[in-house]
């Protein structure tokens, strides 16, 4: 059986203590790639355990949700009693204990499944508050056969471009957030990819494009930005940055601007194909079937692919689809937060200007979009001035280079918020260690090319880290922010060798700290004799500890 993660296994246990003490719909938010599925799968099993004739509905939008929660839980327990109620999937299992359901085709169904005991409902930013929508009125409708009903929604997104966060104001359908686990935790712990957002030479603008209800009107914002030398530049943006990236996603802002972004695309020999809402689900699902095998590098979507995605392998995500929506926003980033092998992280390329407008999707929560998006004018990330990765604006330091951002005029307004405040036992736990020297000599590459090893030593451990500047594409994109923050001169080296006889420019740092970054990493900090500060050694190159490395 799989085993539930800590922060899976906490979601869980929070659902129960909730319903315990009498709560009402209760709410999980897990960041996509989080494993959702598996947590859904682990509370069916243990509502069954307790109560082993309950029935339970999963409802969800889309038939590739219905049958990957289904799949999830045969794997999880081969002996579910689960079935599928979906048109869109071709089975109607109404006597299923564990039913599985489109909420389109059980809408006024709710009958057909007796009293039903439990419902769980995937992708919950999607549920309106109005009684009157489907989902309205097959709550309403099992509430009435069963007033002890449950309810627990899942979410990545726990709020709406309409109204807000789900769980507030009238009408909403949860009580409150039970759960949630966020995204930057969960890249630290090492469970999600790491995700690195430059800001791109070409900004897409929509300022004269009008709006409904909150949101772009999509014929005039299609208008703005699918135009022919729009296009191009951004695609050639696109490919200088994913020549060594295997699986890339770009959204688009129309039917139109698909095919043009798609034909650009192919003009530079890599294979591209549109995924739209318009396609037939055999030819959509033949495409992504390809997409997750590799033999298409890139898909162009309108109006898919943001939720009920999962290729692991996706490792750029191009923006080109101005929103209002945070959701959306978030959505489409998240298809490239889950690890797969060989993947270090993500690229995202912001075109559309949604990190600037909404922050960094870590720090994108129920709160923060309550208050709205970013006025016009105004920002809620800044480009990092050594590498020109969006960061938040209250950051201090860039996860994409590690580099002390400059600070802001004294003029500039800065808001003090939870996060300015230092960790109450960091230094004790990891305090600050002189380095008492350093060596640099050509370390083994394994199956690839060469790299420069750097051993980093202090009194009773030490380090070492592999700068691959040999290798090509992020892995010598790397190489070179390592090689400029240790004051290494332009241009930078293309061999071990040349760095070797150049490694008079390089400085030493004096002092080094440890922090734990989840039970199974650490988070390193280097500092210069000037006080500049570099974060997260590990990343520069490939971190390899001492054996006679100590935490404490």
């Not at 992280?345 to 970013?374: E, F, K, N, Q």
């Not at 202090?458 to 240790?486: I, P, T």
Request: proline fraction near 5%; charge should be neutral.
């Amino acid at each position: 059986m799989l085993r539930l993660r800590k922060y899976q296994r906490a979601a869980v246990d929070a659902l129960d203590r909730h319903w315990d003490r009498g709560g009402e719909p209760g709410l999980v938010v897990l960041p996509t790639g989080a494993g959702k599925a598996l947590v859904i799968a682990a509370l069916i099993r243990e509502w069954l355990v307790r109560a082993p004739r309950a029935r339970i509905c999963v409802l969800t939008h889309v038939r590739e949700l219905v049958v990957q929660n289904h799949g999830e839980l045969l794997s999880y327990w081969p002996e579910a009693p689960a079935g599928i109620f979906s048109a869109g999937v071709g089975r109607r299992e109404a006597d299923a204990q564990v039913a599985f359901c489109s909420i389109q085709s059980v809408r006024d169904r709710a009958d057909m499944f007796g009293a039903i005991d439990l419902i769980v409902i995937d992708e919950a930013h999607l549920v309106p508050r109005s009684g009157e929508t489907s989902y309205g009125r097959f709550l309403a409708a099992a509430r009435a056969a069963n007033p002890d009903l449950k309810v627990a929604g899942f979410t990545a997104t726990p709020y709406r471009l309409d109204s807000g966060r789900l769980d507030e104001g009238e009408g909403r359908v949860f009580e409150r957030i039970v759960y949630e686990s966020l995204v930057g935790d969960l890249i630290h712990q090492g469970y999600l990819a790491p995700l690195v957002c430059k800001a791109t030479a070409l900004a897409l603008d929509v300022s004269g494009v009008p709006k409904r209800g909150g949101e772009y009107v999509p014929s005039a914002l299609e208008a703005a930005v699918n135009r022919e030398w729009i296009t191009h530049a951004a695609v050639e943006e696109m490919v200088g940055y994913g020549r060594e990236r295997r699986a890339w996603l770009a959204f688009c802002a129309g039917l139109a601007h698909a095919a043009a972004v798609r034909d650009a695309i192919r003009q530079e020999n890599i294979s591209c194909e549109t995924v739209t809402g318009e396609m037939g689900k055999r030819e959509r699902d033949r495409i992504v079937r390809d997409f997750r095998a590799g033999k298409i590098r890139c898909l162009a979507s309108v109006g898919v692919l943001s939720t009920g995605f999962n290729v692991p392998e996706v490792d750029l995500i191009a923006l080109l689809r101005p929103t209002q929506s945070a959701g959306l926003y978030v959505q489409q980033v998240g298809r490239a937060l889950r690890r797969a092998p060989g993947k270090a992280d993500a690229i995202v390329l912001d075109y559309a200007g949604l990190v600037r407008m909404h922050g960094p999707v870590d720090a994108v929560t129920a709160r923060s979009v309550a208050l709205g998006p970013a006025a016009p004018g105004s920002v809620r990330a800044k480009p990092c001035p050594g590498c020109g990765a969006l960061i938040a604006l209250n950051a201090s330091t860039c996860d994409a280079c590690w580099v002390e951002p400059e600070a802001e005029d004294e003029e500039a307004p800065h808001a003090a918020s939870a996060e300015d405040a230092l960790p109450i036992l960091s230094e004790s736990i990891s305090p600050w260690r002189e380095v008492t020297g350093w060596r640099l000599d050509r370390g083994p590459g394994g199956s690839g090319p060469d790299r420069l090893e750097v051993a980093l030593r202090w009194r009773g451990g030490g380090c070492r880290v592999e700068v691959c500047l040999e290798d090509s594409g992020h892995a010598r994109e790397k190489a070179v922010q390592w090689w400029r923050a240790f004051g290494g001169a332009e241009p930078v080296p293309m061999s071990v060798a040349a760095a070797l006889e150049r490694a008079d420019e390089l400085e030493r740092p004096d002092a080094l700290k440890i922090d734990a970054a989840g039970r199974l990493s650490e988070s390193v900090t280097v500092q210069f004799s000037d006080g500049r500060r570099f974060r997260d050694l590990r990343r520069w190159g490939v971190w390899r500890p001492d054996r006679r490395l100590k935490l404490g």
